[in-house]
């Protein structure tokens, strides 16, 4: 089945800086693409849905690439703040998994001090 | 707004008691999930429910049984709670977007304590 890797599991930045994630998975087919973001004690905030069909996706205040032939997603907070100190979980859907499941990256630990 | 609730958000049980932590939500998705985070496991689905008395093991469903007898809620149970239960449980639900595919919206939690 489908394996996520996802790299940083922790990382330290200060504010202003960017802040980059990336995760690998495995099956060619797979199509769609979640992050989510989940602060201490919270549950996951959906941040941005991804189709296969977009390489380059802009949310307020990061930019998600999804690069097919090298089977990688990646999200890239752009002149980070204190706000976004969170835990960052991609998701993808595999092609064989029907609409419903997504394999989940085991996600990276942000921290973005002042 | 989108709306899924999970009781309770602490639980503490003693190893061997029967656990049940229920879910709802009131956006008619037909598709909910059970999902347990561990530190640096990230989300093991547990069970899927597709509606109503139509679930599916996910990854790790043994030690656990799912009820789901109105579309609104979803019920996870542990039968004689072990301690490597310990975890916090996600509920979500999802529904099928315009390109036909599903997002899933998250409760809150529930942080389970097995001694």
């Known amino acids: 089945g489908e394996q996520v890797e996802q790299r940083p599991p922790h990382l330290s930045v200060r504010e202003g800086d960017s802040a980059f994630i990336t995760c690998t998975y495995t099956?060619?087919?797979?199509?769609?693409f979640f992050w989510y973001k989940q602060e201490p004690g919270a549950s996951l905030q959906l941040l941005m849905k991804?189709?296969?069909?977009?390489e380059i996706n802009e949310g307020q205040g990061f930019t998600v690439l999804l690069n097919k032939k090298d089977k990688r997603l990646s999200l890239n907070l752009t002149a980070a703040h204190p706000g976004d100190s969170a835990a960052y979980f991609c998701?993808?859907?595999?092609?064989?998994?029907?609409?419903?499941?997504?394999?989940f990256g085991k996600g990276t630990v942000l921290l973005v001090s002042p | 707004d989108m709306k899924v609730t999970q009781m309770p958000r602490y639980l503490i049980k003693r190893m061997g008691e029967n656990v049940l932590l229920e879910c709802g939500q009131d956006?008619?998705?037909?598709?909910m999930y059970w999902y347990r985070q561990d530190p640096g496991l990230g989300l093991q689905l547990i069970y899927i429910?597709?509606?109503?008395?139509?679930?599916s093991e996910g990854d790790i469903p043994k030690g656990y049984r799912v009820s789901r007898k109105k579309r609104e809620h979803f019920s996870l149970i542990l039968d004689s709670a072990k301690t490597n239960q310990t975890s916090v449980y996600f509920c979500?639900?999802?529904?099928?977007?315009?390109?036909?595919?599903?997002?899933?919206?998250f409760g809150a939690g529930t942080r389970l304590s097995v001694l």
């Open positions: 099956d060619p087919n797979s199509y769609y």
């Open positions: 998701a993808v859907r595999p092609h064989d998994s029907g609409y419903n499941k997504l394999t």
């Open positions: 429910s597709y509606d109503v008395d139509s679930n």
């Open positions: 956006m008619s998705h037909e598709t």
């Open positions: 991804v189709f296969s069909s977009t």
């Open positions: 979500a639900s999802s529904f099928r977007d315009r390109v036909g595919q599903n997002t899933l919206y």
